[in-house]
């Protein structure tokens, strides 16, 4: 069983940036491919962006190219979000998620293990 904590989360102004941590604890989490969704209130989770565990290729979501940045310490059992130039529309609870190996998707039933998220909100 993988266990997945977020952390980071916070209020900031618009233009302004957070970096979001998730931990894995009692499993590795290099043999995982690790993923970042959002739900924003009133809305679906949506996928945001993931990195492989191969050879860290990364995918990420049009509305956050340029802006945001992931990597992954294999070393420490954590996977980061670098999250810069914040909108208001960005504002939403930000969850970390692991998918067993396999091609990089952003489809949600791909991934079997979650964390409780962490809010993040961003004010204009």
């Known amino acids: 069983q993988v266990q997945l904590v977020e952390s980071g989360g916070g209020l900031v102004q618009a233009g302004g940036s957070l970096r979001l941590s998730c931990a894995g604890s009692e499993r590795d989490l290099s043999i995982y491919n690790m993923g970042w969704f959002r739900q924003a209130p009133g809305k679906e989770r949506e996928f945001v962006v993931a990195?492989?565990?191969?050879?860290?290729?990364?995918y990420y979501a049009d509305f956050v190219k340029g802006r945001f940045t992931i990597s992954r310490d294999n070393a420490k059992n954590t996977v980061h979000l670098q999250m810069n130039s914040l909108k208001p529309e960005d504002t939403a609870v930000y969850y970390c998620a692991a998918a067993p190996g396999g091609r990089l998707v952003d489809s949600q039933i791909a991934y079997a293990y979650w964390g409780q998220g962490t809010q993040v909100t961003v004010s204009s």
């Open positions: 990195i492989s565990w191969r050879d860290q290729n990364t």
